[in-house]
Each structure stands twice: as structure tokens, then as C-alpha cells.
């Protein structure tokens, strides 16, 4: 096979840029609200082809690394799934957050790591092996975890059918970690290594286009709820930088790049998980709240990025 860095050196451009470009994604998607209507459609497949290329990007020894600090992981799964929510709705009660935001925020603070986080941490910098296995113990374990955290802490707007919700993740990772993994195992681990920046630049790709697709959560809540928006806008960033902070301080005695990339999950959740499960009532503001919080995930990158690698080194 020729060279891939040769093959593929403008991918290769934009994964080393990833931070710079994919806020595009938000940019275009508000530009564009028909672009971002047209595309909706696309937003699953997206996420399961980002999932499958961040599992190519893996070596399968990383993996089993980052599965020998079992501890380490058990910890960070009871603070990202147990305990953050109820730090996060006490506060939101103390600073007198409107109860249909404060409903979608405890709710986005139970749910697993991004689908997309390892590539996320591939981008930035951080272990992406540990970001992996994070995201997919959160998913497994948070079908059961959610609904005991929101039958405490919120309303009954959002009615799980756990075992439905972890056969619909199970498959979503399952394809994902086949085709990546097969995918690396076609192309041979040297091939696979070379190509990796090019990688990197196709996710940086696909994460503009599942930014764009999002957009349209913005555009139909503008009407009739453009008051409302900049305090969703504020608070999600508040909300992504707080518990980012907060795991980085929390997990501060293990190896920093572990502790980052819990981090990194702890203030990215994937909220779009919760879509098909809520009534008619929360669906709206789900979908907004599920545009807002593109910004964080989209923007703070390019500030985090040199945070992160400081920390780390």
C-alpha cells in the first residue's frame, strides 16, 4: 500500500488544526438552518462512523493498559454517573435555575461521555484508550443509574426503558468497535499507525457535519424562546468548565493524562441519548439544550487543548 501521510496530507492538515476547525460546524449550522434541517437525518450515522474511527485509531494494547486501572475507572464511574448529578441539581437549585433547565441539566449531567470522546480526546491530546473504556462502562451502567437519579432529582418528564436503551447502546458500540477495529485489523497495525493523522482529520470532519446537523435544536426554539437562550448558552459552558475542573481536582493523585481525560468526560455528556425516551413536553427543550451544548463541546477545545497538554506534561 502507498504511504498514507503521502496519500492523505490535507486530512492530515486538518487533524493537526482539529481544535481551529471544528467550531465550522456550530458557524455553518446557524448560517445555514435549511442545511442543518437537511441533515438532521445523518446525525446517527455520523456518530457511529466517528465511534468506529476513534476505535481504529486505537491499538488493542492500549486498551487492555487502560483496563488495568479497574479501580481508577469504578471511582470515576461513580462520580460521572452518581454523584456529579446531585452535586450538579443541588447547585443548579441554589443558583435558581428555571425548572425546565434545571431538569435538562441534571439530566445531561447522568448521562454517559460522548459517543465521539474518544476521538475528542484523541484530538486534544489525551488518552484516548481510557476515554473509550469510560464511555463504554458509563453507557452500559447508566440505564440503570439514570433512572434512579432522575426519579430522585427531577420530574417524571423523562420515562426510560432500560433494557430497550442498553440493547439500542450495545448494538451502537458493538458496530462501532467491529468496524474499527476490523477495519485496522484489514489494513495491518503499520498502515494503521501511519494513517492516523489522516484519521484524526476525518473525525475533525465528522464532527463539524454532526455539529451542523444539531444546529436545527437552535434555529426551532428562536421564535418563541430567544429570551431564554443565553442563559442555556451561559450555563452550559459554566456547566462543561465546572465539572471539568472538578474532575481534574478530584482525581488529582493518579496520572495526569487519566485524570484529564476523566475530565474531559466529566464535562461532555451525550445527551442526545435521552431523545427518543421523553414526552412531548421536555422534547423541545431537549433539542435546544442538545444545540446549546454543541457550543462547549465545539469551542472550548481550542482554549483546553494547550490547558490540557500543560497539565499533562
Known amino acids: 500500500m502507498n504511504n498514507p501521510e503521502t496519500m492523505f496530507s490535507p486530512l492530515a492538515a486538518i487533524g493537526r488544526h482539529g481544535t481551529l476547525v471544528m467550531p465550522l460546524g456550530i458557524l455553518l449550522g446557524l448560517t445555514f438552518p435549511t442545511l442543518a434541517y437537511l441533515m438532521r437525518p445523518v446525525a446517527e450515522p455520523v456518530v457511529i462512523v466517528m465511534l468506529a474511527l476513534s ?25 460521572l454517573l452518581i454523584l456529579v448529578p446531585m452535586l450538579v441539581n443541588s447547585v443548579g437549585r441554589l443558583a435558581g435555575l ?27 491530546g489525551l488518552d484516548a484508550a481510557a476515554a473509550l473504556l469510560l464511555m463504554v462502562a458509563a ?16 420530574s417524571d418528564e423523562i420515562v426510560l426503558d432500560p433494557l430497550e436503551m442498553t440493547v439500542d447502546l450495545v448494538i451502537l458500540v458493538g458496530i462501532g468497535t467491529l468496524a474499527g477495529q476490523g477495519l485496522r485489523r484489514f489494513v495491518g497495525p503499520t498502515w494503521a499507525g501511519q494513517s492516523g493523522p489522516a484519521a484524526d482529520g476525518l473525525l475533525v470532519i465528522l464532527m463539524l457535519v454532526f455539529a451542523i446537523t444539531v444546529m436545527g435544536g437552535l434555529h426551532d426554539a428562536w421564535a418563541g424562546a430567544r429570551h431564554r437562550i443565553p442563559l442555556i448558552i451561559m450555563t452550559a459552558f459554566i ?32 445527551v442526545a441519548i435521552l431523545l427518543p425516551t ?12 442538545l444545540a446549546v451544548v454543541q457550543f462547549p463541546i465545539y469551542i472550548l477545545p481550542v482554549i483546553s487543548k494547550p490547558l490540557y497538554k500543560r497539565y499533562c506534561d
Request: include cysteine.
Open 55 to 79: 476505535i481504529y485509531r486505537l491499538d488493542p494494547s492500549s486498551i487492555v493498559g487502560a483496563i488495568r486501572n479497574p479501580w481508577t475507572i469504578l471511582i470515576a464511574l461513580l462520580v
Open 98 to 124: 428555571p425548572d425546565g433547565l434545571l431538569m435538562i441539566l441534571t439530566a445531561w449531567s447522568a448521562c454517559p461521555p460522548l459517543v465521539s470522546g474518544p476521538g475528542l480526546a484523541l484530538i486534544i
Open 139 to 154: 453507557t452500559g451502567l447508566f440505564a440503570l443509574t439514570l433512572p434512579a437519579m432522575l426519579s430522585i432529582l427531577t
Open 239 to 270: 456547566a462543561s468548565i465546572g465539572l471539568q475542573l472538578l474532575a481534574v481536582l478530584v482525581f488529582a493523585a493518579i496520572p495526569r493524562p487519566f485524570a484529564g481525560t476523566i475530565a474531559l468526560a466529566n464535562g461532555n455528556r451525550n
Open 278 to 289: 421523553m414526552t412531548t413536553a421536555a422534547v423541545d427543550q431537549m433539542w435546544l439544550y
